[in-house]
């Protein structure tokens, strides 16, 4: 039983060292390839990877989610976008503006210090909460119940984001196909 | 069935799960036969009747062909991802089989064995994922082709996906409301307690069959490779072997979605008298004819017609169907 349960911790390290690496290293592809098709195909692997580690956690409904929503169909319609544009799309760095940048290098020097934060409140146990998995963690019951219960606002506040977004996007595609020349 | 101490041993899953791929690249495999021949039939021609009696082993002489036949790629295609693509969709293809549930826990010689290779919890969604993750090998193996007409079918490949992709997911939901689970051993157990939901989920039936029709790319769906209009689609510059693990994953899909049909829908492996497993061949049969039939029946849409189609009528009819059933469920 000793050995069964060593096993499994070895190979839970394993899958999570295998995870962080890949998802590290498809974070970089994606910003340092040159054809944008390919950082696109990095992008659906730094997703997975992240589903991966999602698993490790129990959350295993966002994980599926994740794969099915954010690796499955967003991406596809990133290819289908890049496809279309053929030679005329950018590689991700090309175009941006110098302010994007900035901006851009910023917000990762954020997110590493809050990185590191985290670990040395860890080492030093200065985190409070300890993770606490129950018995249906991560089940979409428990979800479903934590989005429309405990958190409804916030739920509905980010679905009208995503509405904004989706009129926002008819609108300038309905305004670019008004300007052109009917063929 | 949430973690019921089952008395089944590691090596039991193993071997079932052995078992289950063979039977099942089996059935894929004369799935295709079956096509050939009932398309004669409905055609008034014999079908392939050379290879053995009644032509009984063309699979196996397709197989040896498509080994033996040189794999050469285009100039501009010698990419890893080209070899990698048709990989990718056997693989995803293959893999989903082992979440379909095929018979019921029998007890033999004091160990468990489940009917089922694996039952997750949440395994409708998995097998989405999973679907989701399979057709990037057709849109990468387009691309990478470097051929126009693979363009062409990539990107009708990914145009078709996303818009059929919502219907799918959609209709099922009256199912898992029904069922209230997402484990398809859950909801296979559930209607052999109660009625098909062939029945009471009718309408959700009918969009489901139909965007899943176009989701493996059959005909009157199959813009994608449409022959008259773009040669092969994404399909065009594939030869030997990797054509024909595209071809595998695509039979491999069509006979998933049938037997997640049979699982959704019309009860899994119940059914009285038989045993589980040939209730669920015979259901897994009949799904199989249908799709034939409509094969040899319907013409090819053209391409608006496709997307207004799928935008138009069969997502506003999921999500009202979705609507009236969650409001059934919680009324009742």
Redesign the interface.
């Known amino acids: 039983m000793i050995l069964a349960s060593l096993a499994g911790d070895v190979l839970v390290w394993v899958v999570w060292v295998v995870a962080a690496i890949a998802l590290l290293a498809s974070g970089f592809a994606v910003v340092l390839f040159r054809n944008p098709?390919h950082s696109a195909?990095a992008l659906?692997l730094n997703l997975?990877s992240l589903a991966v580690l999602y698993l490790l956690l129990s959350a295993?409904?966002v994980a599926?989610?994740q794969?099915?929503v954010y690796?499955?169909?967003v991406m596809?319609?990133f290819?289908?976008v890049i496809?279309?544009l053929g030679g005329r799309a950018d590689a991700p760095w090309a175009s941006s503006q110098a302010a994007v940048r900035v901006a851009a290098v910023v917000t990762c020097v954020v997110l590493l210090a809050e990185v590191v934060l985290v670990i040395a409140l860890d080492a030093r146990d200065g985190l409070s909460s300890a993770a606490e998995i129950t018995e249906g963690f991560g089940?979409?019951r428990e979800l479903g119940r934590l989005f429309l219960g405990d958190n409804l606002l916030a739920f509905e506040v980010s679905s009208l984001v995503l509405l904004i977004g989706a009129v926002g996007g008819v609108i300038l595609g309905a305004t670019v196909r008004r300007g052109e020349v009917e063929e | 069935m949430d973690g019921t101490a089952l008395n089944q041993p590691w090596w039991i899953d193993l071997l079932k799960a052995a078992v289950v791929i063979n039977v099942f690249l089996g059935v894929v495999a004369y799935a295709t036969l079956i096509e050939r021949k009932l398309l004669g039939r409905m055609q008034l021609r014999y079908g392939p009747n050379r290879a053995g009696p009644f032509g009984l082993l063309q699979p196996i002489a397709d197989l040896v062909k498509m080994v033996r036949k040189e794999a050469f790629a285009p100039a501009a295609a010698a990419d890893l991802l080209y070899i990698v693509s048709p990989l990718v969709a056997a693989f995803t293809a293959l893999t989903s089989f082992a979440l379909i549930p095929w018979g019921p826990v029998w007890s033999i010689g004091g160990y468990d064995v489940t009917g089922w290779v694996a039952d997750v919890p949440i395994g409708l969604i998995l097998l989405f994922a999973l679907g989701s993750l399979g057709i990037y090998g057709f849109i990468v193996g387009g691309w990478a082709s470097g051929s126009k007409y693979s363009l062409l079918g990539t990107m009708r490949t990914c145009a078709q996906m996303v818009s059929y992709e919502v219907s799918l997911a959609l209709s099922v939901l009256g199912v898992v409301l029904m069922a209230g689970s997402l484990s398809l051993v859950d909801i296979a157990v559930r209607q052999q307690e109660t009625v098909w939901f062939a029945g009471p989920q009718f309408i959700g039936f009918l969009v489901f069959f139909v965007a899943g029709v176009a989701e493996t790319n059959r005909a009157p769906f199959d813009l994608p490779e449409a022959e008259s209009e773009l040669v092969a689609g994404y399909l065009t510059e594939y030869s030997g072997m990797r054509w024909g693990l595209f071809q595998l994953a695509e039979y491999a899909n069509v006979v998933m979605l049938s037997g997640l049909t049979v699982t959704l829908f019309f009860g899994g492996w119940g059914g009285p008298g038989l045993p589980g497993p040939i209730w669920f061949a015979i259901k897994l049969a009949c799904v199989l004819f249908v799709m034939i039939w409509i094969r040899a029946t319907l013409p090819r849409l053209r391409y608006d017609q496709l997307m207004r189609f799928g935008w138009k009528v069969l997502l506003p009819v999921a999500t009202l169907n979705a609507l009236v059933t969650a409001i059934l469920v919680v009324a009742v």
């Open positions: 098709f195909l659906i997975g295993e409904f599926a989610a794969v099915l690796a499955g169909a596809v319609m290819l289908f496809a279309y089940s979409p």
